[in-house]
Structure formats: C-alpha cells, structure tokens
C-alpha cells in the first residue's frame, strides 16, 4: 500500500468520531456548478481516498462519500427550484436521501417555510449541516431512513435515487404514493438504469456538468421528473 493511501486511510479512521473536522480537512469549498448561487464541500477527485471503490471504503466500516459530490440529479433539480422558487415557497419540504444538502439548500434559499433533510451516512449529515451554514439557510438534517412514512410534507425532492434496484423501487414506491396523497413530488436523474420511466414525465431537461471520475461521460442529459398521475403515459 503506498503511504499516499495508507496516509489518507490513517485520516479516515481517526475521523471516524468527528466527521466534520474530516469533512473540512479533506474537501473544498466550491461553487456548484449547474447552480453557483449555492457552495458545497466536496472531494477534490484527484485526493486518493475519494478514488477508492465502494468495496475498499466498505471494509474501513464507511458507505462510499456521496455526500462529497454535487451529483446530476441534484444539482437538476437545484436549478429548477432555485429557477421556480414558487414551487416551494411558504411550503415544508423534504429532501430525501440528500448527499451533501444541495437540494435541500436551494430550497431554503428559495423561500420554503421549513427544509429537512433525510440521510443515513452520519458523513453526509455533518455535510448538510456544514453546507447549510456555509450557505446562510437552516435546514432540519434527519439521520434515519423515512421510506414508507408520511409526515404531511407539501414538497418532496429526491436526487439520484435509481441506481440500485432495491432501493429505487422502495423509494419510487413510496413517492409515487406520497405524490397521490397530494404532495408536489420531483425526481432529479440523469436516466440511470433502474428509474421507473414508465411512471414519469418530464418537467424540465440539463446538460449538467459532472465528475469525470464518477460519471461515464464530463457533460451528462439529465431530467427533473414528476409522477405521470392521471395522464396517459
């Protein structure tokens, strides 16, 4: 192992019980860029800890760092919102599954009465929390997994949630479901392999750049979705 890796492996494990002192010193803040009204925190991809696979990171006992990308989807529907402040203006929303925060920042900024922001990965919680401050907007960060439950939200994001089949078809289940009890819902992805076309339509299309590094391609043709209810698909 060279002392590069094994160096940014030893910073890994020592910052285990202070993500946010880890997030700080091993990213930077930069402007997004489909939506650089909003500065995010994320992983310089040339830094070997953040080129690692989702195997290597598995066994240092941490999920992969998506907290540490302004993924496709997100930074989508940033943009829409940021561009149609209406949509959530005066509303509680939830972002679900939020990664570093993006969307749930581009709501607040957009004039949402109240923001939460849903994850699992303590990393991406301290994330959100820096990014929100970072950005000057509140947002209520949620550690838990709130798949299958309905706490009267009006609006509802969720960004790059359909890349793993068990988990896209809960989470396209309960949107859906949501969506048919009345709450305004948004998907933000870039057409990747288990989204649920079939019960979709599109609202508005980008061509969002991306990390190289992550991605198949630099510039990448990316959808904000709504649930096709009531219309013929």
Do not use: C
């Amino acid at each position: 192992m060279g002392h590069a890796v094994a160096g940014a492996i030893a910073e890994v494990m020592t910052g285990i019980d202070r993500p946010a002192d880890f997030i700080r010193a091993n990213t930077r803040l930069v402007a997004v860029p489909h939506a650089p009204e909003i500065r995010l925190h994320v992983a310089d991809e040339a830094t070997a800890l953040w080129s690692k696979t989702e195997e290597e990171l598995g066994e240092m006992g941490l999920p992969p760092p998506f907290w540490a990308f302004a993924w496709a989807g997100g930074q989508a529907l940033a943009r829409y919102i940021l561009d149609h402040p209406e949509i959530v203006r005066g509303k509680r929303v939830l972002d679900v599954a939020s990664g570093s925060g993006l969307v749930a920042i581009a709501a607040s900024k957009a004039g949402a009465a109240s923001v939460e922001a849903s994850e699992i990965d303590n990393y991406a919680i301290a994330a959100i929390g820096l990014n929100a401050e970072t950005n000057g907007v509140g947002i209520v960060a949620r550690a838990e997994n709130l798949i299958g439950r309905d706490e009267g939200w009006d609006v509802v994001f969720a960004g790059d949630v359909s890349y793993e089949r068990d988990m896209a078809a809960a989470m396209t289940n309960w949107l859906e479901v949501l969506a048919r009890r009345g709450a305004f819902v948004l998907i933000g992805d870039p057409g990747r392999s288990y989204l649920a076309r079939d019960r979709l339509v599109t609202v508005a299309e980008y061509r969002i750049a991306v990390n190289r590094s992550l991605e198949d391609m630099e510039i990448k043709r990316t959808n904000v979705w709504r649930f096709a209810i009531g219309e013929d698909r």
